[in-house]
């Protein structure tokens, strides 16, 4: 299905290939699939009942080409992953394509049972994939569950050149860089939206624009594709050069109507009268050709948010009512005196959608949070939401991939703050995690980069959800895997490459840049 591939003109480490668009985060959110009932938890691949742990290796060498990337999976198991793990990548058996240099395979994925047979599916973006001569095209492997899981399982492969899928390929046009899942249409199959924030839109270049891919007894189809910019009906705003709408996107029933939204970040929009940049917007579902109706929340009306609002997203219930409410980071605000010192901001839903009126902001000024911000600390540079102490309300994990512990620069931080009832989102019990902290695996060191990503996933099946923190410059690349209640750090145990059984790697793989949500 895929079209014939050429050799990348780029080469880069992989601390400039996460960074394919300046300040961009590469959260990707999954809302759980409305159905029948039949329908899988995402991640569950083999329908055991238990998901499996998903890690994004971008920058790993595939049969000798470097940064060609893979993705990692180990089944979940009653005491967490497995010790053994399969390994996905484009060089395997029935998949159309090939492993070539600088694909960056893995960069970002997504997961949901989009045929809805009881196993769940899992959607991977290759997001410098070339298309003929048109490096950095971009496409997307669908892998779809089985018995047995992924090993060997059916896949799809998806980009612009694939008929049905309205636009064209380019250069750089990165198509999947940033993806979610869930019912959009209300048919009870899980749908995909694809983000692609260089994509021109209205003959404007990179003003962004999103796909949406719908779910059927088949799984994924191109049939049916429908094109979203800002020119599209029932979207607010206009497509201007360098929006980037579509940076991120997150699935979640914002207003609480029964019907999913669909929640998209246009990080580089300009404000009229203002210097302020970034939006987000909300596209009310039930969708067909276009959003039942949207509204927008400009960055230049929350008071403390200014620069590229959007660069992660996540949505959660952090306060117990019937609405999601949506955890917006904003990794390059300046704080203080402080550039790029990062700063949340957590926008409250009720029926009507967000408003200004319902908006709390933290950084690490904030009373409780007990940090000092510095420049390009990237706080909430990368977002998570789960039910991680049992409370039955939602709870956010916040990445802080550069955060300098002592004189090492760059080795990251994470805070978990906990929601709780009527009040949201607090500082109250917070969790700081790093690794300095006793009980966190691991040793403190410059470029470490733990929470450059941050996750969620319930990795033993036992109900209660598990922070997650990928920390891709320690050596090769781990992933911590957090227990934590309100001011309690109950366990922390670190995973591999080879701790799952996969190979021992090498430095610049990125093992955790992507994470499960």
Not at 135 to 151: E, F, M, P, R
Not at 193 to 204: C, I
Not at 305 to 325: C, H, I, K, R, W
Request: negative net charge; contains cysteine.
């Amino acid at each position: 299905m895929a079209a014939e591939k050429a050799t990348k003109r780029r080469l880069r480490a992989w601390h400039a290939a996460v960074a394919l668009v300046v300040c961009a985060g590469l959260v990707t959110t999954v809302a759980l699939v409305a159905g029948s009932g039949t329908s899988a938890k995402p991640y569950d691949f083999n329908g055991d009942g238990k998901p499996d742990l998903t890690v994004g290796v971008p920058g790993d060498t595939i049969d000798g080409n470097p940064r060609a990337g893979s993705v990692t999976v180990a089944n979940g198991t009653t005491t967490g992953p497995a010790t053994s793990s399969v390994q996905l990548s484009q060089n395997a058996a029935g998949l159309s394509g090939a492993a070539e240099a600088d694909d960056n395979f893995g960069q970002t994925f997504t997961s949901a049972d989009f045929d809805k047979d009881g196993y769940a599916d899992l959607a991977v973006s290759t997001p410098m994939e070339a298309l003929g001569t048109m490096t950095g095209a971009g496409s997307i492997t669908v892998h779809y569950g089985a018995s047995g899981g992924l090993s060997g399982s059916e896949t799809d492969v998806f980009h612009e050149d694939v008929p049905g899928i309205p636009g064209e390929a380019g250069i750089d046009r990165i198509f999947g860089y940033a993806l979610a899942s869930g019912d959009l249409n209300g048919d009870g199959y899980a749908d995909l939206a694809v983000g692609q924030p260089l994509d021109s839109a209205g003959g404007r270049s990179a003003a962004g624009s999103v796909r949406l891919l719908f779910g059927s007894a088949a799984g994924l189809t191109a049939d049916s594709a429908v094109w979203l910019d800002q020119d599209s009906p029932h979207v607010p705003g206009g497509p201007e050069v360098g929006d980037r709408f579509g940076e991120q996107v997150a699935i979640g029933d914002i207003n609480g109507d029964g019907d999913n939204d669909l929640v998209v970040s246009s990080v580089g929009e300009q404000i009229t009268g203002s210097s302020d940049r970034g939006s987000i917007i909300v596209l009310f579902g039930p969708f067909g050709d276009s959003p039942s109706g949207g509204e927008y929340i400009g960055s230049t009306y929350v008071d403390g948010v200014s620069e590229f609002s959007g660069t992660s997203l996540a949505v959660g219930d952090f306060n117990g009512d019937p609405y999601l409410d949506v955890a917006v980071g904003v990794s390059d605000q300046l704080v203080g005196d402080d550039g790029a010192a990062g700063r949340l901001a957590v926008l409250y839903a009720d029926e009507d959608g967000l408003s200004y009126d319902r908006v709390k902001v933290f950084d690490q000024m904030t009373p409780g949070i007990n940090a000092t911000p510095e420049p390009e600390d990237y706080f909430a540079g990368s977002l998570a939401t789960g039910d991680f102490d049992g409370d039955g309300i939602d709870d956010l994990i916040v990445g802080m991939r550069s955060e300098a512990l002592g004189s090492a620069t760059g080795s990251g931080s994470s805070a978990v703050l906990f929601g709780s009832s009527g009040k949201g989102i607090t500082t109250t019990g917070l969790v700081t995690v790093h690794q300095d902290v006793e009980g966190v695996p691991g040793a403190v060191a410059i470029g470490n980069h733990f929470g450059w990503t941050v996750g969620a996933l319930d990795t033993n099946g036992d109900g209660r959800v598990e922070p997650l923190v990928g920390a891709p410059g320690y050596g090769t690349g781990t992933v911590t895997i957090l227990k934590v209640k309100p001011a309690t750090l109950e366990s922390a145990t670190a995973v591999s490459q080879s701790s799952l059984g996969g190979g021992t790697g090498g430095n610049g793989d990125a093992f955790g840049i992507a994470l499960p949500h």
